[in-house]
């Protein structure tokens, strides 16, 4: 085994840029796992990264693959005596560039950014679980201590991090404000959202009272989502922006506003990913995935994420499990 097959990216440039073709099979090293992928989550940053944005600049070398999200089965563990042993299903995220991407066969990947895959998901479930789940804990849990009496604004709150978001949040007793479209209204009351804002019926901030966070999932990048939020919190009230390079100017304005501000960068945790695993084999927590598309169809997929309007995940089936 020295080959195998990926969705590769010679460089940046819209979807048509991912090639399907062979790479090498990446060397495991140190407390690295080898891991099968089975299937393979897709997100914006994914996208940002293939267009030149996001993580391209640490692109060393190219073709790069792409792809942070996976569920598959261990092909070697670092020892003998690892807790992961081959045969073992896991799911984490990866950290493209640094390391090979998850539109592949196979990925080399740290043994602390890997827990084991719930029991009651499917791997292409459990694909579309790492990346946003993560974010949105940091977002939701760590940096804005979602708590009863709280509350809380989630922008985008059907999207892959924003379904979490809003679960999240919910699961720790804030009252959760969410905004999404017409048709993701039953879904976002599903999710735990106490109130859900359409904004494709007006501005958002004449709908939405005095909140104590912001939850944004959109930024600047379209109707001064990131400046209009601002106004709706209360004094000394926090903003977390989480998509990359969408609201530059987040420091002044919310000086200005007198609010406190902060974006958030995910990073791969085995431990925070194994509380999820326990909130998903409960129940509390559930895991949405909008379209299935096979490795082959990985533009298209950048597509669909790109058109800012799916709900929950998009995943690729990469093999068998």
Same mark, same amino acid.
């Given at each position: ?9 010679? $460089? ?32 914006? /940053?994914?996208?940002? *990264? ?22 598959? /089965? ?27 991407? *998850?539109y592949a066969e196979y990925l080399t ?17 459990? $694909?579309? #679980? ?53 048709r993701n209204a039953a879904f976002l ?59 530059? *100017? ?21 431990? *925070?990913?194994?509380? #999820? ?14 379209r299935v598309l096979p490795l082959e169809? $990985? ?23």
């Amino acid at each position: 085994m020295t080959m195998m097959r990926a969705v590769t990216c010679a $460089a940046p440039g819209g979807p048509e840029v991912l090639q399907v073709g062979e790479v090498e099979v990446p060397a495991r090293v140190n407390a690295e796992l080898l891991v099968k992928v089975v299937a393979a989550g897709v997100n914006p /940053i994914d996208a940002k *990264t293939r267009a030149g944005r996001g993580a391209w600049p640490g692109v060393t070398s190219t073709p790069v693959v792409l792809g942070n999200d996976f569920s598959g /089965i261990v092909v070697e563990a670092p020892y003998e005596a690892h807790p992961l042993q081959p045969g073992t299903e896991v799911y984490g995220m990866g950290m493209v560039p640094r390391m090979g991407g *998850t539109y592949a066969e196979y990925l080399t990947v740290a043994s602390l950014s890997v827990a084991r895959k719930p029991p009651s998901l499917s791997h292409v479930e459990a $694909a579309a #679980v790492p990346l946003a789940a993560l974010t949105a804990w940091g977002m939701v849990v760590e940096t804005a201590k979602a708590h009863e009496g709280q509350r809380m604004l989630i922008h985008a709150g059907a999207g892959g991090v924003g379904h979490f978001a809003v679960q999240f949040a919910s699961y720790f007793g804030a009252h959760v404000v969410a905004t999404g479209s017409a048709r993701n209204a039953a879904f976002l009351a599903e999710l735990g959202a106490s109130e859900i804002v359409d904004y494709t019926a007006g501005p958002f901030e004449d709908a939405v009272g005095p909140v104590d966070v912001v939850i944004d999932l959109v930024g600047n990048v379209g109707g001064d989502t990131g400046s209009r939020s601002l106004g709706v919190l209360r004094p000394a009230g926090l903003y977390v922006n989480g998509p990359t390079g969408s609201f530059p *100017t987040l420091a002044e304005e919310a000086d200005a506003a007198g609010v406190r501000a902060t974006g958030y960068r995910v990073a791969p945790d085995a431990a *925070t990913l194994a509380i #999820v695993t326990r909130l998903l084999e409960s129940g509390d927590v559930r895991v949405y995935v909008d379209r299935v598309l096979p490795l082959e169809e $990985a533009a298209e997929a950048h597509r669909l994420i790109e058109s800012g309007h799916t709900r929950g995940k998009i995943v690729l089936a990469v093999a068998e499990g």
